[in-house]
């Protein structure tokens, strides 16, 4: 599976973005995808994550630094991924990586651990300006 993330770009505070991670490779829509980010001089973290639970049903996650804020989703058709952003805040600012692993996870010992994750996009950067 390879994965390709974008949307990113510059936004001032309490504006919005999309990103989106597009799959290629094999269908993807059974698989635990999450996305990370890494602001400058920081280690990379968990952002949000996406779990199918089987039929239509997915489980959605959240970092409580994000939560309310911002919205995981899939579109099975288009193979993808996306991560909605609503008021942004400069401490969003960051580059986003998209990630995906073949199992389901529903602890957030494993959604949250990126060596859970099989394959990674390349990262997409949001810089959210005060």
């Known amino acids: 599976v390879q994965l390709q993330a974008s949307g990113g770009g510059l936004v001032q505070a309490g504006g919005s973005l999309r990103l989106s991670c597009a799959a290629s490779g094999r269908t993807f829509s059974t698989y635990t995808t999450g996305w990370f980010r890494q602001a400058p001089g920081k280690e990379r973290e968990f952002v949000a994550a996406i779990s199918w639970s089987g039929g239509s049903t997915y489980y959605a996650y959240y970092a409580d630094s994000v939560k309310g804020r911002f919205t995981i989703s899939r579109d099975n058709a288009k193979n993808t991924v996306h991560l909605q952003m609503n008021s942004l805040k400069p401490e969003d600012t960051a580059v986003y990586y998209c990630?995906?692993?073949?199992?389901?996870?529903?602890?957030?010992?494993?959604?949250?651990?990126?060596?859970?994750?099989?394959?990674w996009g390349q990262g997409t950067l949001v810089t959210v300006s005060s």
């Open positions: 990630a995906a692993a073949q199992r389901t996870y529903y602890s957030s010992r494993d959604y949250r651990d990126q060596n859970r994750y099989d394959y």
